[in-house]
């Protein structure tokens, strides 16, 4: 509860396809560069993720990954400044409580139909020769080097971030 009472980023960390999970590195690039309580919501395959990479993140960020249920996981959404995620279920969960998005595009494109509604948003998207490769993501990147989501201006997206948490 005392969370709820600060203002804070929710990140989301994976989604259901590895061509639009944000790579780890780049995760705690963009925790240890934006000054506010970081929210780290996924399941537990996200956790074991993070875990698994040994990467230590700095004392503003709360990993609820796999932590949490759904009802736990739109209130988090809810009352969060912005979200920062991939094309995933919570992008769609914080368009439709209108919490301001930074939408991270790997595989997927928004011209397929699947960009946020009716909320503010930015989109981060590479000009690749691969991309779009899928419709709705894969299980792996099929050229193996997941540039889409590697190649994102990571600097820039922390940038962004950064000037949504000044105006909450």
């Known amino acids: ?3 709820l009472e600060h203002p804070y980023v929710v990140v989301a960390v994976g989604a259901q396809h590895a061509t639009k999970q944000i790579p780890i590195d ?6 240890a560069n934006i000054r506010t309580t970081i929210v780290l919501l996924g399941d537990g395959s996200d956790r074991e993720r993070i875990r698994a990479s040994a990467v230590d993140f700095t004392d503003n960020v709360v990993n609820l990954c796999g932590k949490t249920t759904l009802d736990q996981t739109q209130q988090l959404i809810d009352g969060a400044t912005l979200v920062i995620t991939g ?3 919570l992008m769609h969960i914080a ?4 919490v301001p998005a930074i939408v991270l595009w ?11 509604y009716l909320v503010q948003f930015a989109s981060v998207e590479e000009d690749l020769r ?3 490769c899928h419709r709705f993501g894969r299980s792996k990147c099929p050229k193996g080097h997941y ?3 590697v190649k994102h201006d990571w600097q820039k997206v922390a940038k962004t971030a950064q000037k949504f948490v000044k105006l909450s």
């Open 1 to 3: 509860a005392d969370l």
């Open 26 to 31: 780049k995760l705690q690039y963009i925790c």
């Open 87 to 89: 094309d995933t279920g």
């Open 95 to 98: 368009a439709a409580l209108k």
């Open 106 to 116: 790997g595989c997927t494109v928004p011209a397929f139909g699947f960009a946020p």
């Open 130 to 132: 691969c991309r779009p």
């Open 147 to 149: 540039d889409c989501m």
